[in-house]
């Protein structure tokens, strides 16, 4: 299993960009989310899905969107980017349910946004 | 809402000396508690989780964790550290039944083991 891939890596993109993260899990996990990490902050969830179709919004959504067609794939979009999105981003996938599943983490993408 | 607080933001040890690091939390409901290791430049991975039953929770690499209910704490504990456990350390919290897999996560801890 490959686990949590996201692609890229890295990226730079200038203010009012556009651009799509990838996340994909190969592991059949019901739930996935994204999460963003700045220094001092700690991880801060943005949106999560709990199944194809289902999306719903964590603590920090403002300027992004997600959606999700497959179990597989989990896309995190930034419709017009700002300086304040410089972070790293990391995706992540786990059973969903009553059983205090463990999250796997993807590798992370350090976007830079001058 | 729950709340994590991790009491130490860097925590400096010398190899073989025993390190804590401190987590408290705060939570209307039940909760389950889990603890993040991130290596340099990686993604997080699992340390240990507690979910229900003995308080003493033991995880990979030597470390183990205490659940305290009534001081709503779950520190990290190792009796004695190596260099390679350098790394920022997360505790996290979700709330135990219906939404756990939604974690609430502490601002973190850099542990730095020096020779």
């Known amino acids: 299993n490959a686990g949590v891939t996201q692609t890229p890596k890295f990226q730079v993109l200038k203010t009012g960009q556009s651009m799509t993260l990838q996340c994909a899990q190969d592991m059949n996990h019901e739930y996935m989310s994204w999460y963003r990490q700045d220094p001092g902050m700690g991880l801060r969830l943005i949106h999560y899905s709990v199944g194809a179709g289902i999306t719903d919004q964590g603590e920090v959504p403002n300027g992004y969107n997600v959606s999700r067609s497959t179990t597989e794939d989990f896309p995190l979009r930034l419709l017009s980017a700002a300086p304040s999105q410089t972070s790293v981003y990391f995706c992540a996938s786990s059973l969903s349910g009553t059983g205090g599943y463990e999250q796997y983490f993807g590798p992370g993408t350090r976007l830079t946004v001058t | 809402a729950q709340s994590v607080t991790q009491l130490d933001s860097q925590v400096p040890v010398f190899e073989e000396a025993p390190v804590e690091l401190r987590c408290n939390y705060s939570s209307s409901v039940s909760v389950y508690l889990f603890w993040y290791v991130q290596y340099p430049n990686q993604g997080l991975q699992l340390l240990l989780k507690y979910l229900s039953g003995s308080t003493l929770v033991k995880g990979i690499n030597g470390f183990e964790a205490e659940f305290n209910k009534s001081q709503t704490s779950f520190h990290l504990r190792k009796p004695s550290v190596h260099i390679s456990d350098t790394a920022e350390y997360f505790c996290?919290?979700?709330?135990?039944?219906?939404?756990?897999?939604?974690?609430?996560f502490g601002k973190g801890t850099l542990l730095t083991v020096n020779p």
């Open positions: 996290a919290v979700s709330e135990g039944g219906g939404s756990n897999y939604k974690l609430t």
